[in-house]
């Protein structure tokens, strides 16, 4: 039942999809809520709601531009419901913002499979993540993955190794140009303060360890399949899975140095993780497994927001 109704892309998808975020929305922030009422507090999470909504449809967008999957929702319902099970993606605002302005990079990247405008997708892609960094510094990681595309997708030409690096350091420059105004360098200081923890312990606690061990294994199980039949896919598509691969490899290390082991530092995971996820579907004959892994998400949803 579930399986069938996201499997397209009617409008009717993206009025329920929509209303699962702002359910799943308000569920975390009743979770993490602290007692405070200020205007600065209805304002900074009703624009993260706003973000949250848009991110559905720019995920959409992403995912069709450049054929990441089929014609069907599941992507962005696994998206959704990777949210619900890691909460304090919501709560962690330099995370939760981080990971809303790297979709405008990821659109730029998965693009280059194109020939058109390939410096002008390099700069933007380095731009956007520059911009991210701000916000959470481990985000320049993902420069990493501008040039693993600049290499996939045989771009590689001595401009278009250094456009990365102008693009990046654009964003950065502006704002210590800001801050140096107003005479708050400091500020940029601490940004740029390179912190990292590996101390994985938290994540012995029930709504860390379950969310942790099922998506690890669904991706276990997901990843070979739909790798296989990836590289069986015309050069282009290939490339694009390649990239997917690092793009996996490259959030996993942003994950396991993340100073603040919270939970939503798995969210630099959803995108790809959906890619995969969404693709293991597609790929499946049985429809009854379909429904299991969608209800099994279902319900580890239900159970880390009760």
Known sequence: MIANFFNQTKPINFLVLSLLVLLIFLSSLIQGYEGETSLFFFVKYGLFLIAAILTVFVLNFIIRKNALCEDNSYAILFYILLWG?????????GVFVSNFILLFAFRRL???RSPLRTQEKIFDSAFWIGIASIF?????LFLLLVYAAIWLFRRADWKNIWIPIVGYIT????????????????RFIQIWTFDFRLDVSL???FDFLWPVVF???LLLFSIYPTTRKSLLAKIDFKSTWQLLIVHLAVSLVVILIAPEKD????SFLFFPLTIVFANFLQILEKYWIKEGILYLFL????LIQI
């Open 85 to 93: 099970m890691f909460p304090n993606s919501f709560l962690n605002g």
């Open 110 to 112: 998965y693009s280059l």
């Open 136 to 140: 959470y510094l481990w985000s320049f």
């Open 171 to 186: 964003p950065v420059f502006l704002a210590y140009t800001y801050l140096l105004a107003f005479d708050d360098v400091e």
């Open 203 to 205: 994540y012995n606690s």
């Open 215 to 217: 998506t690890g294994l």
């Open 263 to 266: 939970g939503s530092e798995f």
């Open 299 to 302: 319900l580890s949803l239900i």
